[in-house]
């Protein structure tokens, strides 16, 4: 009952506050107008001056307001207006005064001489009438985040808030902080600033000093009791991450990291997209340049075979084989599931592709023999395979049967119908392979090698390294072994890992 007289309330309000408003709006307007008559009497404010004033302010408010309607100002909450608004002011200071002026040129060769407001005062008058409107409506987002942070709620969450640093005086940085001062609930309460770059230290950043390098964390999260740094860092490398963690665990305190604007949409940035580091951010290598020419060759207007479709990297090769125009997409993969999802999606972002489901085990040579003929792909992408190191060391069959027949039958079929490229999906691991996965997948390379010998079909492979966020990747065991605080598990300290991303 409570929340139904409260909701009551706050309908009665704004059934109240909006007729304020408009008030509001007609009194700045009316001000406006007359004080631009001033210049145009010489600040003599005569009877006849006042009385013309007052006959043309109808029609001046009239279309004052008109242009506020259809340039959509009223539609905007007032305790919310941004930069982005300040367009729609000035859109309608454009039209009402674009309307102004024409009246006045029409009416000019007319005995209808009252509407004919002079040239000097429209100009005038539209500055300071939609200048006060703005103005007036900024002051009311100021009033309200001021009288916000000094609230009771604010003042009982604020002593929950964690002092923090941000790394990185940035538009990402700018946007995080806006947004930690305007929310009662933000978890943050930030200190300042610091940035590599010389020229900003000194300076202010939404409300915000940046106080020093990065290099000066220490001291400062000393100052200034910090808990937490937060990376907000425009398109971070992983080198920057790297040694940021690098101080922060010296220190010790905790960091975090925000998302770039690519990874968020629209480029909004919010609290509540502040996240621990992960493995991917500290790669961050320059991404690899395709080659658009080739690949246009090699995909556009071809029937391409994917296999494994399903998968991480297969389903990412689907993805990245579309944009390329391909005649046709042949989707290979054995698990309904999988199959069904990838479909889903090809429906949806990929609604002008024609891209097939077919529900097939690699291995199943009548069932591939059947596909090849009623199809006859022109480009193969071989991305199928038993990939988990452990588990195909007591499955040994199993990753020869997948690996190596599977390959050599699939590139069999491949040659026999014509199919002009064939690319194997292989590992690193096939590198002097020490394990059965590894050797497995060595041996499906030295099988391409030899059908390359025995067909026009070119064959070729390409060795991924460890693919982060694809299934059977190391990184998701090592995740759960730190989120339980247990040791890392490595087959060896001296062992190095490479790791790469999908997009």
Same mark, same amino acid.
């Given at each position: ?163 923090? /640093? ?6 990402? !940085?700018?946007? @995080?902080? +806006?947004?930690? #001062?305007?929310?009662?609930? $933000?978890? =943050? ?116 075979? /994917? ?6 990297? !297969?389903?990412? @090769?689907? +993805?990245?084989? #579309?944009?390329?125009?391909? $005649?046709? =997409? ?174």
């Amino acid at each position: 009952m409570k929340a139904k007289r409260d909701k009551n309330k706050f309908e009665r309000f704004w059934q109240l506050r909006r007729p304020a408003q408009f008030l509001v709006d007609v009194t700045i307007l009316t001000g406006s107008f007359f004080v631009a008559y001033l210049p145009a009497v010489n600040i003599q404010l005569g009877d006849f001056y006042f009385n013309t004033a007052l006959g043309q302010l109808p029609l001046v408010i009239f279309v004052q307001f008109a242009s506020m309607f259809l340039s959509g100002a009223y539609s905007i909450l007032w305790r919310y207006v941004g930069i982005e608004d300040v367009w729609i002011f000035i859109r309608a200071a454009l039209i009402s005064g674009g309307i102004l002026v024409a009246f006045r040129f029409i009416l000019i060769f007319s005995d209808f001489n009252l509407w004919q407001v002079p040239v000097s005062v429209i100009l005038i008058d539209t500055v300071l009438g939609f200048g006060g409107l703005l103005g007036l409506r900024v002051l009311r987002r100021l009033l309200y985040e001021f009288t916000e942070k000094k609230s009771f709620f604010s003042t009982r969450r604020r002593a929950k808030r964690k002092p923090a /640093i941000v790394a990185g005086a940035s538009r990402v !940085g700018a946007a @995080l902080a +806006r947004e930690s #001062a305007g929310r009662a609930d $933000s978890a =943050l309460e930030i200190r300042g600033f610091v940035d590599n770059d010389p020229k900003k230290h000194g300076a202010s950043l939404s409300g915000y000093k940046v106080l020093g390098a990065i290099s000066d964390l220490p001291r400062l999260v000393a100052e200034l009791a910090a808990e937490e740094v937060i990376i907000a860092i425009d398109q971070a490398r992983g080198r920057e991450i790297r040694t940021i963690l690098e101080i922060c665990g010296a220190i010790p305190i905790r960091a975090k990291i925000i998302p770039s604007l690519n990874e968020i949409a629209e480029g909004s940035v919010s609290v509540n997209r502040i996240r621990d580091v992960r493995i991917e951010d500290l790669l961050g290598r320059d991404p690899v340049q395709l080659d658009d020419d080739n690949l246009h060759e090699f995909l556009t207007d071809k029937c391409v075979m /994917i296999t494994g479709a399903g998968g991480s990297i !297969g389903s990412e @090769l689907v +993805r990245q084989a #579309a944009r390329y125009g391909p $005649s046709r =997409l042949l989707l290979i993969e054995r698990s309904e599931y999988m199959l069904f999802r990838l479909g889903r999606e090809c429906e949806a972002e990929m609604a002008d592709m024609e891209c097939i489901s077919l529900l097939a085990d690699i291995g199943d040579e009548a069932r591939m023999k059947s596909i090849f003929r009623a199809y006859r792909p022109d480009v193969v992408l071989h991305a199928a395979a038993h990939k988990h190191v452990p588990l195909m060391e007591t499955n040994a069959a199993e990753a020869v049967k997948n690996n190596v027949f599977a390959t050599l039958n699939l590139g069999r079929l491949a040659g026999e119908s014509g199919v002009a490229k064939f690319v194997l999906v292989s590992t690193d691991k096939a590198v002097n392979p020490s394990s059965v996965m590894g050797a497995s997948k060595r041996a499906a390379e030295i099988v391409i090698q030899h059908l390359n010998e025995r067909f026009v079909t070119r064959f070729m492979a390409v060795r991924f390294g460890n693919v982060l966020g694809s299934a059977g990747s190391v990184v998701p065991i090592f995740n759960e072994q730190i989120k339980r605080g247990e040791a890392v598990t490595v087959t060896d300290p001296a062992m190095t890992r490479y790791f790469m991303t999908i997009p």
